[in-house]
């Protein structure tokens, strides 16, 4: 719910100075260690440096985020900023913790509860989750924003190797045994066969077809409320898919009339986490619009009810200034 499209964060990164504000390394060029994290030791000048980890898969706060940067001296640290309500995210982490593992300690991984962190949020100016950024050295390089296919998750950390070793970050982290299967949690739910589908159309980024797909679920099961809640996410994807930020805005902008172009905008917002923003914005439409319009902008919100979740305040609050509109 929470991405608005795959869409590569342009060049320059974020600056993250004041958050990490000793660097990545300290005045005599050790790499220091993370609460829970203990060097191994220098190796011989010249030879890659490894430093033990509680995991490969960290938690990372506003509070520890600087331990966590300086470790990026030793191997990038990739920053996957999610939040609990954001379906794309429950996707795409998943993905970015098993390359992570493959990748054997060249990668550390650290994850951001956006909503817990605020100042991690800002500082890396995440305008919508997921979002994905790598620290090499103390610097960011922006990585992707949006859910992407695994294939492609690992072509991007293969690159960030890459560009780490060439700015002489090639040293290793090594977590306890067992480690690389992932913390122990319950078994995932099996997918039900109707929803396999369209649950590997929407990992491939082929939206479209995953449309289609939970389309063709709900003529045989109108009840089911997963595939209904799927469809709704599935459709935001699609529309926001091949958009920038800028683009859409700039669009709505440009034509106030065009009512695809300001319920875009209304997508966009839901997608960054700005929920009340979004509905605001719809409500505010419904009540100038056109009996015909209307329709169009009811359907709209009743969609993106579902993308949230049905339960939520913030949908029963916006489903109340709703009915008060159309009655």
């Known amino acids: ?20 504000q000793r660097g990545a390394q300290t005045p005599s060029g050790q790499s220091p260690a993370a609460p829970g994290v203990g060097a191994q030791g220098h190796a011989p000048q010249g030879a890659p440096q490894t430093v033990d980890v509680p995991s490969l898969v960290i938690d990372v706060t506003d509070a520890t985020f600087e331990q966590v940067a300086q470790l990026s001296a030793v191997v990038p640290v990739v920053f996957d900023l999610w939040a609990e309500w954001c379906e794309p995210c429950k996707a795409l982490s998943p993905i970015i913790e098993k390359v992570t593992r493959e990748l054997d300690g060249r990668v550390l991984l650290a994850k951001v509860d956006v909503d817990a962190n605020p100042g991690l949020a800002q500082a890396f100016q995440a305008q919508s989750i997921p979002m994905v950024v790598a620290m090499v050295g103390g610097r960011p390089v922006p990585l ?30 090594n977590a306890p045994a067992g480690d690389d299967a992932g913390p122990a949690a319950p078994a995932e739910p099996q997918i039900p066969e109707a929803h396999v589908a369209a649950f590997e159309a929407a990992e491939r980024g082929d939206f479209d077809t995953a449309v289609r797909e939970w389309e063709a679920v709900l003529q045989k099961a109108p009840a089911d409320a997963d595939a209904k809640a799927a469809l709704a996410q599935t459709r935001l994807l699609q529309r926001l ?41 719809l409500l505010d439409l419904f009540g100038a619009a056109d009996s015909d319009a209307r329709t ?32």
């Open 296 to 327: 169009a902008i009811r359907n709209r919100l009743l969609e993106l009810f579902e993308v949230v979740g049905v339960a939520d305040p913030r949908v029963i609050a916006a489903r109340g200034k709703l009915a008060s509109l159309l009655y």
């Open 241 to 281: 898919q091949g958009h920038t930020l800028e683009a859409i805005r700039a669009d709505a902008a440009a034509n106030p009339a065009d009512l695809e172009a300001q319920m875009r905008v209304a997508d966009l917002d839901l997608s960054g986490g700005h929920i009340e923003d979004a509905f605001l914005r």
């Open 1 to 20: 719910m929470a991405t608005n499209m795959p869409q590569r964060i342009p060049g320059g990164g974020v600056d993250l100075s004041h958050l990490a």
């Open 144 to 173: 992707f924003q949006g859910a992407v296919p695994e294939q492609e998750v690992r072509e991007f950390f293969v690159r960030l190797i890459q560009l780490a070793e060439e700015n002489g970050v090639a040293g290793r982290v």
